[in-house]
């Protein structure tokens, strides 16, 4: 029988800052949203120990040439988790809704830990989605896009690391905000 935990390690209290550039910056700018930001300790994780991410806000994206979406949760900078680039709507969204949830598994720990990455990213932005009122409306996809789960990169857990969600869109022509977001440590060997 195990003992096991989860515990919220950060949140957005208020919306990050919108991105409308195409460089890759950080979805917790602003403010306050700065405070999403997490330093995990090292030492933390175990093998075994799940990361869980759930992060939404809204997009707008051009029409016919809209570029791509990229998220990544980034540890000192580095992405580990990384959606890969998505292609996004050719019929302009403007300011739709999307919603991510990223699940991954530490596989290994130490100087060169790793974790296994997969989830979901869903908006009415994702190429050949129909409007919502239109519908039917299937804009889901899962991400990594286009290819098998990976391991992220490897990162050293033996140090503490700042965990941030990161973004790059293609076209500047585009924008995303962070509305929410949440990090979870789900441990089943407890605190």
Known sequence: MSIGYRECLATLKADGTALTAAARASLTQGATATGAR?????????????LCLRASGRISCAVTTPGTARFDLSFGGTANFDTLAMPLNIVAQTTVPWSLEAWGTVREIGTTGNIFWQGLWASTASLNTVAVATGPWTGVITVPYNTA????????????????????????????????????????SGF
């Not at 997490?38 to 799940?50: E, I, N, Q, S």
């Not at 690391?161 to 979870?184: C, N, P, R």
């Open 149 to 188: 789960p990976v391991i992220g990169a490897n990162v050293d857990m033996t140090v503490s690391q700042l965990i941030d969600l990161q973004f790059t869109q293609t076209a500047a022509t585009g924008s995303v905000t962070l509305h929410q977001y949440a990090l979870f440590l789900e441990s089943s």
């Open 38 to 50: 997490y330093t995990m300790p090292g030492g933390k994780l175990r093998v075994g120990d799940m």
